[in-house]
């Protein structure tokens, strides 16, 4: 029985793929536990995972002391006073950092892991676990980042193509991507040099700490949250299929070991009341991510609603992922239903269309439910996302700032009456299924685990 660690981020997009790898790591009798702080401890216990709390674990790039404006009141007002407390803070950061080391070896000793599996947003956290000769995997919970000359990166909207013209596009959205990333790493010694505090000299101290090599580990690629090592095998949670094609082919130690989509997750009961099954069952929603008062959001469910409503055709569900969206969103019509959460598998089970932000565990949800996508991406990987689905014609897609309410039902009606889609999303279900019945994600652990001596030699 191996003892198997994660440690993921605090976002519902990386945690709910993990679980359904640790529900079958636990079925064969592994062991399973989770680290991180109190913001997901209520989500693992719930799925009857084992729990185990850390202190330090902070987000790639998320730099507590600077949250807000910097250009807010207390800063006009008072600048010496507001630098003065962010170094004061930095200060404090830093030297929680050198109680690390110890925390590491109390939870090694407590624990005593074969394998971590770690979230890029903390794959940094693995240099302490590193010098106690702990082995690790990377889980990419976004479409692979690694540079292809026919790849855009999954910031981009572009869709690829062979042509010259095509291949040029691509490479200016890397230029691009490289320029936005050297001016986070030019914040980042700005910061250091105002504030004495960065993510990048967080990064900076651990590897000091532990001895790591990390000039010669570190795999540099243009996007601030994102961190890889050469000595951190990565595993993509999702197939190689719903990827563009690539020249290079993807890299050593990078496999794609299926969607990983987690039929068996608890969530809270539904009722089915007030909605007419007859009906096209509409599911409507934006990330449970948001920003306060997003307006923009707003503005568009707006829309989404006025596109529907009324229409006895339709029966519309709005997940809004905050109570402030859903304060916001009412209507008297009968066939619209606004939630704050909503079982997004159950829901899809009966759904005809989703309007989606492009998050890549909706997109798989749809495609094992065979639900066609109407996709309007804002950030992150949502843009690269929402190219694949147009491309493997999954789907469509448009801008939420740009589109109308006859837009959008225009679309939805497109969806519906093209069964193309449908046999498209088939044929990729296909694909995910036999990712799933081939237990690949379990075939990679056990490589890693069985292979440990040699993955331990390529790390020190």
């Known amino acids: 029985m191996a003892r198997i660690v994660f440690v993921v981020a605090n976002y519902k997009g990386h945690l709910n793929p993990t679980f359904s790898i640790a529900r079958k790591l636990q079925a064969r009798g592994d062991s399973v536990i989770y680290l991180g702080d109190e913001g997901i401890r209520e989500a693992v216990l719930e799925q009857n995972f084992a729990f185990e709390y850390v202190s330090f674990l902070r987000p790639l790039g998320v730099l507590p002391q600077q949250q807000g404006s910097l250009l807010n009141n207390k800063l006009l007002n008072n600048p010496l006073k507001v630098w003065c407390d962010r170094r004061s803070k930095a200060k404090a950061l830093l030297k929680e950092l050198n109680t690390i080391p110890t925390e590491v070896s109390n939870l090694i000793s407590k624990l005593k892991p074969d394998l971590m599996i770690f979230d890029p947003f903390f794959l940094c956290y693995y240099m302490p676990f590193w010098i106690n000769n702990i082995p690790a995997l990377s889980i990419s919970v976004y479409p692979l980042f690694t540079y292809d000359p026919l790849v855009p990166p999954y910031t981009s909207r572009l869709i690829p193509g062979t042509t010259i013209y095509r291949r ?52 540099t690629r243009p996007l601030r949250f994102d961190f890889a090592l050469k000595c951190v095998p990565e595993i993509v949670l999702s197939v190689k299929e719903f990827d563009f094609p690539r020249e290079r082919g993807i890299p050593n130690h990078t496999e794609y070991i299926g969607p990983c989509v987690d039929f068996q997750r608890y969530v809270p009961s539904f009722s089915w009341n007030g909605i007419n099954g007859k009906a096209n069952i509409i599911l409507c929603s934006l990330s449970t991510v948001h920003h306060a008062h997003d307006w923009i959001a707003i503005h568009f469910l707006h829309k989404v609603i006025k596109a529907f409503e009324g229409d006895l055709l339709f029966e519309l569900i709005i997940a809004t992922g905050s109570d402030f969206l859903t304060h916001r969103l009412r209507s008297e019509k009968s066939n619209v239903h606004v939630y704050t959460f909503v079982p997004q598998l159950e829901i899809l089970h009966r759904a005809s269309v989703m309007i989606t932000h492009g998050g890549f565990n909706s997109i798989k949800e749809c495609i094992m439910m065979t639900v066609p996508m109407l996709v309007y991406p804002r950030r992150t990987d949502q843009p690269g996302n929402s190219a694949r689905v147009v491309y493997h014609g999954l789907g469509l897609r448009a801008r939420m700032s740009l589109e109308s309410s ?27 299924i036999r990712y799933s019945n081939d237990h690949t994600e379990l075939y990679c652990i056990n490589k890693y685990l069985k292979g440990r001596e040699s993955l331990l030699n390529q790390a020190r």
């Not at 088939?426 to 694909?431: D, I, K, L, S």
């Open 168 to 219: 040029l596009l691509i490479q200016l959205a890397w230029a691009y991507q490289r320029l936005v990333y050297w001016w986070y790493r030019l914040g980042c010694v700005l910061q250091e040099f105002v504030n004495a505090y960065s993510s990048q000299l967080v990064v900076k101290r651990l590897a000091e700490q532990a001895s790591f090599p990390l000039a010669e580990e570190w795999v």
């Open 406 to 432: 006859d837009g959008i039902r225009q679309k939805v009606l497109c969806l519906l009456n093209d069964p193309s889609y449908r046999l498209r999303l088939a044929q990729m279900r296909e694909h995910f």
